[in-house]
């Protein structure tokens, strides 16, 4: 039986854009696991009731219901043992730190450059949530928050300079080969790549190098993700 997962979708349900969910789409592709996705909008609070909290993704394994793209990440680990997402305890850790400073740094960077162009590629039943939880969010209009990502875009690609650093001496972030910590990066990456036209990176920085290589795993699975 396929594990179903319900992914946030556009307004074009093959647009799946949400950073999270593209961290367990790669993760369930390194194991090898089939996958079932069920487009979710903001909106259909309802329609992951069962899971007992109101965001994606979530995923349905058997009887198994589990929310949140960490505890995901540890449940298929833990469930599915090889391939490994995290090589073992210490892997563990190390994705534990890439999370909370994609979570936390990479996240709030990128939402400044692209949260309008989201309203563009939303559902329409999702527009009025999502311009109004955003705008408490950010306290301005989303149009104020994105006016000026073009000076701006350089400070947050300041930011990732610890990921070129490590990229310098290794392929991976996981070392000799992908692992959940460079999934949680270019899951990340994955949510402009796929609500917006604006280059969050550089044409010249050396994480696209790097970026090229997770968009090729797994036959082309972020390559060929529906962009707007």
Known sequence: M??????????????????????????LAHKGLPVETIAWRFTDKAAIAFSEQERVPVIRDGDTVVSDSWAI???LDKQYETPTLFGGAAGRAHARFVNAWADSIMLGGIAR????DVLDIVDAKDRDYFRKSREERFG?????VQMERE?????????????????????????AAPSYADFIVAGTLMWPRCCSRFAV??????????????????GGLGRAARRP
């Open 113 to 116: 450059l692209i949260v309008r």
């Open 140 to 144: 301005v209009s989303l149009e104020d």
């Open 2 to 27: 396929n594990i179903i997962m319900h992914d946030l979708a556009g307004a074009d349900p093959a647009l799946r854009f949400s950073p999270y969910c593209w961290r367990i789409r790669f993760a």
């Open 201 to 218: 990176l550089a044409g010249h920085d050396p994480l696209n190098a790097w970026f090229e290589r997770v968009l090729d795993l797994f």
């Open 73 to 75: 990440a540890e449940y």
């Open 151 to 175: 000076s701006g875009v350089s400070r947050f690609r300041e930011t990732l300079q610890p990921l070129r650093l490590v990229l310098r001496q290794q392929n991976w972030l996981g070392g």
